[in-house]
């Protein structure tokens, strides 16, 4: 294989590359030595083929050959310590490798390739060795500098040129075969540029890096000591001058390398230790960190080797502890630039000694000093009194716990205390041993700070027991161990949110019976008088000097002087930085501890500072313009007097405390505290009469009770301490609010535990200011949740103390509980978790209060005497009866009420809602039955149903308890199956009169199930219920779909109420809903209602469901049947029941009916469409009826019930497929005029008839009813369709004989309309049936021509006119008189068809004029014929034509063939007026001629129509008269009709007629008579 690579080594070749670092890589194939000797012997061949082209390699490849050239001499140098004795590096070989190293050094060294220059300084360090020293010695001047040059790259490139530095080092002066090759001072240059590099690679910031840092780091300071085994003397000066501070980074490289070779050089250095003491020493006050940082290293390693002995050996501790003691601030202050990581390219002078920190400098002093109190034994005389005096200044506090551990490990090693007690002698050591119990005590405080601060303060103070008084050893140790079990487990602290207040009590504890055990009062004053000493420790130490203060006090109330207490207590005051809240708290809590002793002492010092204040409320409100900082004074200093005052009276001895209470409250002092502005100072003032409510709570403990005087206008105080100001900020959720807020609740709750008794006004005050708390945000929570807390707990104190009996109570219950309803029913989870929370713990409180109730006479279980019981309290005053015989009756829990409120939480999507809901539903009904009952109750006869149901919701508490996984729903149908049987009838009655609100729930799912539980009480117990609860449930459901806009939701709540119709009343639940739709329409647009109608949905649930489909349907017919509009003063033949025309409008149909019709036939699908064919009779008849009343009042103007009514029979029409019957509906259906609907009825009825002939007969039954009715509309719409069937009906008998005699009985109906149809219908029916009905039929007509109404009249004459043409003679001859009489009268009607038909009917009774009847008949002829011949030239000419038709049939009977004749000239034919006047003239000499004996009836007739109200008529008969006259004169006297009457007639027409006509023929009608007369006889 060796030969193949030689072979390719020989030229240019593409693979040489491949080969040199295939040879690399197998000369240095690592720790298998068959690899390296194998290939040492064949290097020869290798440089003799490599060293030719390598002039000619390029700088691309240069690197390649380098690394190959560095390979292969670590394999030489390898089989060299392998194999020493084999003289493999002869001539030749080291020849090639000078001549390369050669080109390495002078021309690839200096190549600008950054690559080329590593690698070739990489393999000139592994050459350096193997040539030879004069070689090297020539090579060193270029060599150094180019290998200093790459500490100015990179670390990578630092690395590469130390490890090259490293063994040209070893090369230059550790060689065996001659003297150094380099003089110290040539190496200063080296050493120089190696400290900085110390420096940076120290730095261990950027963990990428370490690794190299590190090897660099490692390599350098091996370089050092190379230098320092040839030159150690002239090193230890170098490095000594080099740690005076100029540069810092010298100083740390040189500081880092005397701490790296002081044990390797310490012979050699030994005698040069002071040298290294005094530079030390110089260093103390460097600010570096990082040369503190190494300064501390040294000083450890120095002490490891005992060279921190005599005088400075307690200075380099102290540096030592100065350094431990650097705080968390300084820490957390550290400018991030003194820490910025130092890299490559440096500048000398700009490195600095970075990468340190803080918190490392600490680490370091601490492991350092605690390293020397336990490994070196030498130290400890230095020790013991060194660190004996850190543990008191306040510069030092930093290091106490470390300081503390040393002293305890010198401590454990120590057998005896021998020199302990020595030491004691030295006057540094701090005594009397006071001020270091007083030191150690207070700094106990935090049992969380760094390094087990409390721990090794309580250890230290175990060790130093013998130091103290000795009865306290005993009770410290065994003290001790229980207060260090305590805080141990500092993540198990973190947990109780008061661990710092409760250690905090602990540490008084402690002292106070450490006190008690010394019981030495000299000692305790001398200790009080370094606590005053020791405020000057705590400058800015806040947390610290409160638990002074509290020490403090407690030492004062052991001492009895009152000069020496009243002096301690101003010194309190002095030294408190009463702008700080937990100082504040703490002089609070010292002054209260000293007012055990000294109440009245405190009280004047209190006072004074009251007085002292300066500001009353002018000057503070002025203060608050001028100068805001002096208001923010003021404030803190009433913030700490509130809190002084709070402390003393809750410390002072309960037997004095009355009269001071009494004292401060009655001098209105608490009101000068009021006016604070600052958050802090309000929550002081709170906590204050928080303290004061607790004192008098203690009192009443120790068997001193009394009422605090004022406590109402106190709770008014913290009300309004805990509002929100105006100037507070816009954010109203501050955090110091919502402090001040949870301290306000706590206090109030505080005041209502005491006595008096909370007042109903004061209590809504409370309520009203508190409640709204429930809606904060959760965030944050440690402030949130305990405001809460105290609120839930203020209003069980309410609950508690607010009421004299358990009954009273009750009603103290139920107006907390739903106060609290509107956050309980809330649409964001935590509100309603919280309302639900704060209603169980009520119940939970209010059991408590009537588990123990009993019967007056001890009754349990059902009591005789409850109503007794309850009426004598109610009579009189119940003072005198225990409050346990006053229980609470199971009506005043308002079940009913309360569980339709908390059952759909059992269904919320919060577990811990349902969780809680369900355990309030529990505790509601155990104490329900838990009260006495009175006897005849009936949930006495269910009480075992009662109690197995109140079990299974105890079962299902549990599994909700155990967090079972069960399904939500499921666990929700048990809870409602058991409230279902725990419920009282009127309690089930409540709840479902008031599920709207659960049913419109804000939660979803809670709303389906509210709808789900409603439904499972109908199903179980709807037959309980009354029809008033079922109107009252129905409209509850209504209202739900009104408010329900989900649609599935809705669908639910429709659900229900078909639910509740079936289980029920239909007929209630239909009227209510029809009720609510009326409502709706009369009050909104029910067409641009969002989400729909909800009526319209139940209406089409109500059409489409199996059960009530036909009901529902039934109920709207009746419904609108039974409506009774006013319609011409008519009323409605109402009866008892409730009918929906009692709410409407009474001059309206109910439009709720008709809409609902409509969406019936739409809405009702299948099931639907079944039932309307079921009772198709029914509903047409209504549809058919309304249709009547609604063009009844279309006619008036009101379309709007039209409107209403034709889209729901075009749906009828539409859901029984009747297509022909909507065409005529939409043809005709809006035409009002002239009583055209009369018409379609009669289409309609027509097109029933043909379509649906079976459907007549029950449709005729239901109309016929309806002729009964009020309602002339529906009457005559009844008549129209009624009179259409009879044409119908010919094929069934009975049918026929039911209309007619129906017709005929209400021909004399009080409508024209309604008797005009049934009149047509008889005449339909005499058509069928002539020989049955005949005389029924004329007999009627007989009747109906004298009707009144002209309508009626002509559709009679015309119906005689009609049957005349069908009638027999012998029908007609009875009556044939009575009909020409009656038709006489109609042929002067003013309506022209009258008249019209009148003439025609009476020429058709002609035929009828023979025989017996012609003498008779003719004459009603004789009486009639004027008439018909002055009708002949009538302005109607139907009347004209039907006169001269009559006149051809009754003028033959005459018998004058003359006047007969007449007939048939075309005068008579003929409409012009002349040929008509011809006529007159000679039908009148006929008439003269041949009937002489009828021309005075005939002349008074004529006379009559002078008055005609026609002016044609009144001319005719002038003219006719005129005519008679003229013929008459020949025959006889004209005396009788020429009298003045007869002229004066005449000359008055003429004079006075307004019409041209009738002057026109009074003029013809005198000159007639005049040319009949003697002239001489008419003259005046």
Not at 46 to 70: E, N, Q, T
């Amino acid at each position: 294989m060796m030969d193949e690579i030689f072979s390719s080594l020989s030229g240019h070749h593409s693979a040489l590359p491949t080969m040199v670092q295939t040879l690399a890589d197998f000369a240095s194939a690592d720790g298998i030595i068959s690899f390296t000797s194998q290939f040492t012997p064949r290097l020869k061949g290798v440089l003799s083929r490599v060293l030719p082209i390598l002039g000619s390699v390029k700088d691309a490849l240069r690197p390649i050959f380098a690394h190959a050239f560095k390979c292969w001499c670590q394999a030489v140098w390898q089989f060299c310590g392998d194999f020493p004795s084999d003289p493999y590096l002869d001539n030749d070989v080291l020849s090639f490798l000078h001549s390369v190293f050669e080109l390495l050094l002078r021309v690839w060294a200096s190549s600008r390739d950054m690559k080329v220059r590593l690698a070739t300084v990489e393999a000139l360090g592994q050459m350096v060795g193997l040539v030879s020293r004069t070689q090297l010695k020539a090579a060193l001047p270029r060599l150094i500098p180019t290998i200093l040059e790459l500490y100015r790259k990179d670390h990578q490139s630092a690395f590469i040129a130390t490890c090259a530095l490293d063994n040209l080092l070893d090369a230059s002066l550790l060689s065996e075969s001659g003297p150094p090759l380099l003089e110290f001072e040539e190496l200063t240059i080296v050493l120089s540029t190696l400290l900085p590099v110390t420096c940076i690679c120290n730095d261990e910031s950027e963990k990428s890096l370490v690794a190299v840092k590190r090897k660099t780091y490692n390599a350098i300071q091996h370089c050092f000591l190379t230098v320092g085994s040839v030159y150690p003397e002239e090193l230890f000066m170098y490095l000594l001058n080099k740690c005076k501070p100029r540069e810092e980074s010298c100083t740390f490289g040189a500081l880092c390398v005397l701490k790296h070779l002081l044990p390797r050089l310490s012979e050699t250095w030994h005698g040069k230790i002071e040298s290294l003491v005094e530079t030390v020493k110089s260093l103390l006050e460097d600010q570096s960190v990082g040369v503190q940082k190494a300064l501390a290293e040294l000083i450890v390693v120095m002490a490891s080797h005992c060279y921190l002995g005599g005088q400075y050996g307690e200075l380099f501790i102290e540096y030592l502890v100065r350094h431990c003691a650097i705080t968390e601030a300084d820490v957390a202050g550290c400018d991030p630039q003194k820490v910025a990581v130092q890299n490559f390219p440096f500048k000398k002078s700009e490195v600095k000694a970075g990468g340190v920190c803080p918190f490392e400098l600490r680490m370091i002093c601490e492991k350092g000093l605690l390293l020397l109190a336990i490994t070196i034994p030498e130290m400890e005389p230095i020790l013991w009194p060194c660190l004996l005096k850190m543990i008191i200044p306040r510069k030092y506090t930093g290091a106490v716990a470390i300081v503390c551990r040393c002293i305890s490990e010198l401590s454990r090693h120590r057998s005896s205390y021998a020199s302990l007690t020595e030491s004691i002698a030295h006057t540094d050591i701090p005594i009397p041993e006071q001020e270091l119990f007083a030191r150690l005590v207070v700094l106990l405080h935090d049992p969380l700070a760094r390094g087990q601060l409390s721990t090794q303060i309580l250890t230290v103070l175990c060790c130093l027991a013998p130091l103290f008084p000795k009865n306290v050893n005993l009770f410290w140790q065994d003290e001790i161990p229980k207060m260090k079990a305590y805080i141990s487990d500092t993540e198990d602290l973190k947990q109780d949110s008061s661990y710092q207040e409760t250690w905090d009590d602990m540490i008084i504890n402690f002292f106070a019976e450490s006190l008690d055990v010394i019981q030495d009062i000299d000692w305790a004053m001398s200790l009080g008088n370094v606590f005053s000493k020791q405020y000057l420790l705590y400058i800015g130490d806040d947390e610290h000097s409160a638990l002074l203060h509290r020490c403090l006090g407690m030492l004062l109330q052991k001492v009895d002087g009152r000069s020496y207490v009243r002096e301690k207590i101003d010194l309190m005051y002095k030294h408190a930085n009463i702008a700080n809240g937990t100082n504040r708290i703490g002089l609070a809590k010292g002054m209260g501890l000293v007012s055990a002793s000294h109440l009245d002492t405190v009280l004047e010092k209190l006072k004074s500072i009251l007085d002292g204040v300066g500001h009353n409320r002018f000057q503070r409100f002025l203060s608050f313009f001028s100068n805001r900082a002096k208001t923010q004074d003021a404030d803190d200093v009433y913030a700490a007097l509130a809190l002084m005052y709070g402390y003393a009276a809750r410390y002072a001895p309960s037997t004095i405390i009355e009269a001071r209470i009494d004292a401060l409250v009655g001098t209105n002092m608490l009101s000068r505290l009021l006016h604070v502005r600052q958050p802090a100072a309000k929550q002081a003032v709170i906590t204050a009469i928080d303290l004061l409510g607790r004192a008098v709570i203690h009192a009443a403990e120790g068997g001193i009770s009394f009422p605090l005087k004022r406590r109402d206008q106190m709770l008014d105080y913290i009300l309004t301490l805990m509002g929100r100001d105006e100037y507070d900020g816009a954010v109203d959720l501050s955090l110091e609010l919502l402090h001040t807020q949870t301290l306000a609740l706590s206090a109030c709750t505080t005041l209502v535990s005491v006595e008096p008794k909370l007042t109903i006004e004061t209590r809504n005050l409370i309520l009203k200011a508190t409640l709204c708390f429930f809606a904060l945000p959760n965030d944050p929570p440690d402030v949130v949740d305990p405001l809460i807390k105290n609120l839930i707990t203020l209003l069980c104190a309410i609950l508690l103390t607010s009421g004299d009996d358990g009954r009273s109570r009750g009603e103290q219950l139920l107006h907390i509980m739903r106060s609290v309803d509107q956050y309980v029913s809330s649409a964001v989870d935590h509100q309603r978790a919280r309302g639900c929370l704060a209603v169980y713990e009520l119940l939970v409180k209010f059991r408590t209060l009537c588990s123990s109730g009993y019967c007056v006479l001890g009754c349990s279980g059902s009591c005789m005497h409850l109503h007794q019981i309850t009426e004598r309290i109610a009579s009189r005053n119940s003072s005198s009866l225990t409050s346990t015989f006053l229980l609470p009756t199971r009506d005043s829990l308002y079940l009913g009420e309360r569980t339709i409120v908390y059952l759909p939480r059992c269904a919320d999507t919060s577990s811990e809602v349902r969780k809680i809901s369900a355990q309030i539903l529990d505790l509601f009904f155990t104490i329900a039955l838990s009260l006495p009952r009175p006897v005849g109750s009936p949930l006495s006869e269910h009480i075992e149903q009662s109690y197995s149901a109140l079990s299974a919701l105890g079962d299902v508490i549990a599994i909700l308890k155990s967090d079972a996984s069960i399904d939500p729903s499921e666990i929700f149908n048990r809870i409602v199956s058991s409230v279902c049987v725990l419920l009282a009838k009127e309690e089930l009655a409540v709840i479902l009169h008031g599920c709207t609100i659960s049913i419109c729930d804000k939660v979803k799912l809670s709303a389906e199930g509210s709808v789900g539980a409603i439904m499972e009480f109908i199903l179980k117990r709807g037959n309980e219920l009354n029809e008033n609860d079922v109107s009252r449930t129905t409209q509850s459901l209504i209202s739900a779909t009104i408010y329900v806009t989900d649609k599935h939701l809705r669908q639910e709540v429709l659900a229900a109420i078909c639910c509740l119709a079936e289980q029920t009343n239909p007929k209630v639940v239909f009227f209510e809903v029809l009720i609510a739709a009326e409502r709706d329409i009369v009050t909104k647009d029910i067409s641009w209602l969002r989400g729909g109608w909800p009526m319209q949905d139940a209406f089409y649930t109500f059409s489409q469901h199996s059960v009530l489909s036909e009901l529902f349907l039934e109920y709207i017919v009746s419904e609108l049947n039974n409506h009774t509009p006013d319609q011409g003063g008519d009323s409605e033949k109402g009866d008892s029941v409730r009918h929906l025309a009692e709410v409407c409008n009474d001059d309206e149909i109910p439009q709720a009916a008709i809409l609902a019709l409509t969406a019936f036939f739409r809405g009702g699908g299948k099931t639907g469409r079944r039932t309307v064919e079921q009772s198709y009779a029914a509903v047409l008849c209504a549809l058919i009826l309304q249709l009547g009343n609604c063009h009844g009042w279309a006619e008036t103007g009101q379309q709007h019930s039209l409107r209403t009514l034709l889209p729901a029979f075009y749906s009828f029409c539409e859901c029984v497929g009747d297509l022909e019957m909507g065409k005529i509906l939409a043809r005709d259906g809006e035409q009002i005029e002239n009583g055209r609907w009369i018409n379609l009825i009669e289409d309609l009825a027509s097109c029933v008839a043909m379509k649906r002939p079976k459907e007549v007969h029950p449709i005729c039954n239901i109309l016929s009813k309806a002729l009964n009715r009020s309602q002339k509309f529906q009457r005559e719409a009844a008549a129209a369709a009624l009179s259409q069937f009879v044409r119908y009906s010919d094929g069934s008998g009975s049918l026929l004989e039911h209309l007619v005699e129906v017709l005929c009985l209400h021909v004399a109906d009080e409508s024209a309309t309604a008797r005009r149809l049934c009149l047509v219908g008889l005449v339909q029916a005499s058509g069928l049936h002539v020989d049955q009905y005949a005389f029924q039929v004329l007999g009627v007509i007989l009747v109906l021509l004298e009707d009144p109404d002209e309508g009626v009249a002509l559709s009679t004459s015309q119906s005689l006119l009609k049957v005349l043409q069908t009638f027999p003679r012998d029908v007609v001859a009875p009556s044939l008189i009575n009909l020409s009489i009656r038709l006489r009268n109609l042929i002067i009607s003013m309506n022209g068809k009258v008249r019209a038909s009148s003439f025609a009917a009476f020429g058709a009774l002609s035929k009828y004029g023979t025989g017996a009847l012609h003498e008779a008949f003719l004459e009603q002829v004789h009486s009639t014929l004027p008439r018909m011949i002055l009708h002949l030239q009538d302005d109607e000419a139907s009347v004209r034509q039907a006169c001269k038709s009559a006149l051809q049939q009754i003028l033959p009977l005459l018998d004058v063939e003359d006047i007969s004749s007449l007939i048939n000239t075309n005068c008579f034919n003929s409409d012009h007026r002349s040929d008509y006047e011809n006529f007159v003239r000679d039908i009148a000499r006929h008439i003269c001629q041949n009937l002489a004996a009828r021309v005075d009836t005939y002349m008074a007739s004529a006379i009559q129509a002078f008055d005609a109200p026609w002016p044609v008529i009144q001319a005719n008969a002038l003219y006719f008269v005129g005519s008679m006259l003229s013929h008459l004169g020949e025959q006889r006297s004209l005396a009788p009709y020429v009298t003045q009457q007869v002229f004066g007639l005449l000359i008055g027409k003429m004079s006075r007629s307004s019409d041209a006509i009738v002057r026109a023929n009074c003029s013809p009608a005198l000159s007639m008579l005049l040319k009949a007369t003697h002239a001489l006889t008419w003259s005046v």
